[in-house]
């Protein structure tokens, strides 16, 4: 008995590994006309196939590969012949649509129609032969087949949800309105995938609320809302608001979300930081000071007030910054100087030196956080700070020293290595540029992408201008410019910037300083000084590596300031055209669509 036990279980493990050498030998066989069919030579893929369908003609795979093939030769009647016979032994539907392709094809428009719409017809014996079918509508472009088979599918199924598929569809087809549609019934089937939903939206919105597609959106889902009420009906919209770059609008979108389920601030939180950042300064304001009316978190309450105080400071006249050194104050002898109010406490060292210019006061006052019971990651953000304000007051060698210990106290970490950054950067001001560069090389590799950028461009500045003159004179001048930029003496670094443009032209330097100047007469709201600039650079530089730049930042200009939309258009189709390695090639093209009207992007 135990004998017998024993030849059975060998045979079975023979049989087993028989079975998966078959199926090795198949594959490896499978990939191999797979190799031929990609590289055109069809015949020889064919040849393959055959012998693989004549060992197992049961397999649909084999079945499409070969009709396929034959239809690559355009020897449509041998695609047929292998069709019918598979279809005599078992009128399958995905036969049905294949051969129905295979006439349409040999042009047999009718008869093709006529398989077509058996297949969908069978949907009522079977409604789920609507996955495979659907699949083979697709797989051949055949999308208002499919759209059909879909749409009678979900009357026969009402438990299952087929919008993603007909979203698809409708989107292929150019069909805006019903592929929005359809997306926000799959929103209403499965909200939980609200997210990836929005990322589908993207791609058909533009910041421009008047383009045709977002106006389709709004009103669908405004519709909805009217209808049924939904939080996620609230969050599409808002975040469609968002990307008109419409803060106020979405802001009253949140706030009735907030209402429904008044847990969390954080999406209106998210929503204020946003306006903050893109510049919306009075929306950002009201929104935080929602948020100060409505929480009772003592963190949330100090991050507003926080915020509220940093925007403000951005465009304050001096009795305007006074009023905001009164209320920095207040803030502390409400809630104090503790490890709790550690991040109010940088703010206002950062106000005080670089906007109050009180640098000597700014740093008394770290000094005093410093002690506070903070962890070693808090004591190097203060350290960072009170560094960043001896460079401020030029005490460059006292800001290497803190510098210097964040990068050994807290190795590898991205704060040391911003601190590792920022050492490099002030030996650049003091001018010891090979120093500077030896460091940059290392942070080129740095976990941080911001700041691995940052030491590249920094180090290719340094590397490029160093040898142009045995004095170092420009790079030294354009440093000093860097510097009275940081300390934000702006008027002071354009006009040293001049100096390189007129006493060292000719010099490689020169783009760098044009395209730096540039940017500091933007801050200044001189828009056509900043134009000339760019046009400059367009002009004389066109080889060089800031072209790109140049030509992105004036159609900037054109498109959000000086109400030129024309010209923005040509510059962002240039990007498009003649620098498809930009940094800036997605977000050109993206605006160069919007200004040209188109529906989709």
């Known amino acids: ?87 005599v032994k078992n009128r399958a539907p995905i036969m049905l649509v294949e051969l129905g392709y295979n006439y349409q094809l040999k042009d047999s428009i009718v008869k093709a129609e006529a398989l077509y719409n058996e297949a969908i017809d069978a949907l009522e014996e079977r409604p789920t032969y609507i996955y495979g079918i659907g699949q083979r509508f697709e797989k051949h472009s055949l999308l208002h087949q499919a759209i059909k088979g879909y749409k009678k599918a979900t009357q026969l199924l009402p438990e299952k949800n087929f919008s993603v598929q007909l979203a698809r569809i409708y989107g292929d087809l150019g069909d805006i309105k019903n592929m929005f549609s359809s997306y926000i019934d799959y929103v209403a089937y499965k909200p939980n995938t609200l997210n990836n939903i929005k990322r589908n939206f993207s791609q058909f ?54 209402k429904r389920n008044p847990e969390s601030l954080e999406r209106i939180i998210d929503l204020a930081i946003t306006a903050s950042d893109d510049a919306d300064e009075e929306i950002a304001i009201n929104i935080f000071n929602y948020i100060l009316e409505t929480s009772q978190e003592r963190d949330v309450i100090l991050l507003a007030h926080q915020s509220i105080l940093e925007i403000k400071t951005e465009n304050a006249s001096k009795k305007e910054l006074e009023a905001i050194n009164n209320k920095y104050l207040s803030l502390f002898e409400t809630y104090g100087k503790f490890e709790s109010t550690l991040a109010l406490q940088l703010s206002y060292g950062q106000f005080l030196a670089f906007s109050f210019e009180q640098p000597k006061q700014a740093s008394e006052f770290l000094k005093a956080s410093y002690k506070l019971d903070i962890s070693p990651y808090q004591e190097a953000l203060v350290k960072l700070k009170l560094a960043d304000i001896l460079v401020l007051q030029e005490k460059f060698n006292e800001a290497l020293i803190f510098y210097t210990q964040i990068k050994a106290n807290l190795k590898n970490s991205t704060i040391a290595q911003e601190a590792a950054y920022k050492i490099a950067k002030t030996s650049y001001y003091k001018g010891d540029f090979d120093w500077a560069e030896s460091q940059l090389k290392v942070l080129k590799a740095s976990t941080s992408q911001l700041i691995a950028n940052d030491a590249l461009d920094l180090k290719l500045l340094i590397s490029d201008n160093k040898w142009d003159d045995t004095t170092q004179t420009a790079l030294k001048y354009y440093a000093k410019a860097d510097l009275l930029a940081f300390q934000n003496k702006t008027e002071d670094a354009i006009k040293l910037l001049d100096k390189v443009l007129t006493e060292h032209n000719g010099e490689s330097i ?88 188109d529906t989709i992007n």
């Open 205 to 258: 919105v533009s910041e421009n609320k008047d383009n045709e597609n977002n106006k389709i959106l709004r009103t669908l889902l405004l519709k909805r809302l009217q209808t049924n009420p939904d939080a996620y009906w609230y969050e599409l919209l808002s975040w469609l608001y968002v990307q008109e770059r419409q803060y106020s609008k979405s802001f009253v979108q949140e706030k009735a979300l907030y």
């Open 510 to 597: 020169i783009d760098q300083a044009l395209f730096t100047q540039a940017k500091l007469h933007e801050k200044q709201n001189q828009y056509e000084k900043a134009e000339a600039n760019y046009q400059k650079i367009i002009a004389d530089y066109r080889e060089d590596i800031f072209i790109d730049d140049a030509y992105y930042y004036l159609a900037e200009l054109y498109n959000l300031h000086l109400a030129r939309p024309e010209e923005a258009k040509s510059l962002y189709e240039k990007i498009i055209f003649n620098h498809e390695d930009s940094i800036y090639f997605v977000e050109a093209r993206k605006k160069f669509r919007m200004l040209r009207g």
């Open 1 to 87: 008995m135990m004998l017998r036990k024993h030849i059975l279980l060998v045979f079975i493990t023979l049989f087993s590994v028989a079975i998966v050498v078959a199926q090795g030998a198949d594959k490896k066989q499978l990939n191999l006309g797979d190799d031929y069919y990609k590289r055109g030579e069809f015949k020889k893929a064919l040849l393959i196939y055959s012998k693989l369908y004549e060992a197992k003609p049961y397999s649909y795979t084999y079945v499409y590969k070969m009709v396929d093939t034959y239809q690559q030769l355009e020897e449509y009647d041998k695609a047929q012949e292998v069709l019918e016979k598979r279809i």
